[in-house]
Nanobody, 113 residues
Framework: VQLQASGGGLVQAGGSLRLSCVVSRSRFPINGMGWFRQAPGRQRELVAVIDTGSPIYYANSVTGRFTISVDNAKNTMYLQMNSLKPEDTAVYYC??????WGWGQGTQVTVSS
């Protein structure tokens, strides 16, 4: 399985971005997957998880601002990020939860104040 995250960029505080994660070489629907992020000097943290049959999980810091979704027809998982804050600045990654595959390069999100 290969994971390709994209959609990051530089945005002002209060702005929005939509991240995409294309899951390649998988025969199964996207399930039990999540978005993670790692800010400079900090450990990688779980941001959101989508899993059929379970409530969607959001970290407290992003609840009400981020929305995770999946389009299995496109083998793609999304993270809609609204009302972005400077503390959301990080490299964002996608993976199974718990992580199973290689992390890939991730996508950089930078929020300016």
């Amino acid at each position: 399985v290969q994971l390709q995250a994209s959609g990051g960029g530089l945005v002002q505080a209060g702005g929005s971005l939509r991240l995409s994660c294309v899951v390649s070489r998988s025969r199964f629907p996207i399930n039990g997957m999540g978005w993670f992020r790692q800010a400079p000097g900090r450990q990688r943290e779980l941001v959101a998880v989508i899993d059929t049959g379970s409530p969607i999980y959001y970290a407290n810091s992003v609840t009400g601002r981020f929305t995770i979704s999946v389009d299995n027809a496109k083998n793609t998982m999304y993270l809609q990020m609204n009302s972005l804050k400077p503390e959301d600045t990080a490299v964002y990654y996608c993976n199974k939860d718990p992580p199973l595959w290689g992390w890939g390069q991730g996508t950089q999100v930078t929020v300016s104040s």
